[in-house]
T-cell receptor, first 114, second 114 residues
């Protein structure tokens, strides 16, 4: 089944404790992206990647890191989480070549930082 | 920077009736792509419909259609014959001709009433 998976689905952590949210897609998509969703703000793009070893900042990259060492994986790293990073996070992928730009989203990760 | 505005935080409609959700955007680009995504209570993001700015014909997908007014920078979604399963958050989204940066609106919460 073609899908984007994220782990964990739910995470409660404390301020300053490094964490990683994994994202994997099995559709051989070139493009992958991370978003955070907050009430009243919609989804805001954190980072995106056009292909392996190619990443770029979105609109809200502060406090986050990403890497793209393999085409299928695009982990989101919070080196020192803070309470303002409490949010719902989505990973998405897209067959960028072909210019449909339709994104396939993962199920979301609910992160709470206390 | 591009922005996307959805001026209706919440809407409701009776089952089988028609409802229109509004979206306006701001860009200096001539070619770009617009999307409507649906997010039901399951939180899964589902693509509803896509419009390429260079196409004058409005996109249609079954009961969903758009009214794309390029000069007015408006992209409204019309849902005909509303069904209970249409109850969800609806997000309008924009990407430029390169399909890298995505900007989402704040969302409209639609309730379909029996």
């Amino acid at each position: 089944e073609a899908q984007v998976t994220q782990n964990p689905r739910y995470l409660i952590t404390v301020t300053g404790k490094k964490l990683t949210v994994t994202c994997s897609q099995n559709m051989n998509h070139e493009y992958m992206s991370w978003y955070r969703q907050d009430p009243g703000l919609g989804l805001r793009q954190i980072y995106y990647s056009m292909n392996v070893e190619v990443t770029d900042k979105g609109d809200v990259p502060e406090g986050y890191k990403v890497s793209r060492k393999e085409k299928r994986n695009f982990p989101l790293i919070l080196e020192s989480p803070s309470p303002n990073q409490t949010s719902l996070y989505f990973c998405a992928s897209s067959p960028w070549l072909g210019e449909t730009y339709e994104q396939y989203f993962g199920p979301g990760t609910r992160l709470t930082v206390t | 920077a591009q922005t996307v505005t959805q001026s209706q935080p919440e809407m409701s409609v009776q089952e089988a009736e028609t409802v229109t959700l509004s979206c306006t955007y701001d860009t200096s680009e001539n070619n770009y792509y617009l999307f409507w995504y649906k997010q039901p209570p399951s939180r899964q993001m589902i693509l509803v419909i896509r419009q390429e700015a260079y196409k004058q014909q409005n996109a249609t997908e079954n009961r969903f259609s758009v009214n794309f007014q390029k000069a007015a920078k408006s992209f409204s979604l019309k849902i005909s014959d509303s069904q209970l399963g249409d109850t969800a958050m609806y997000f309008c989204a924009f990407t430029d001709n390169y399909g890298q940066n995505f900007v989402f609106g704040p969302g409209t919460r639609l309730s379909v009433l029996p």
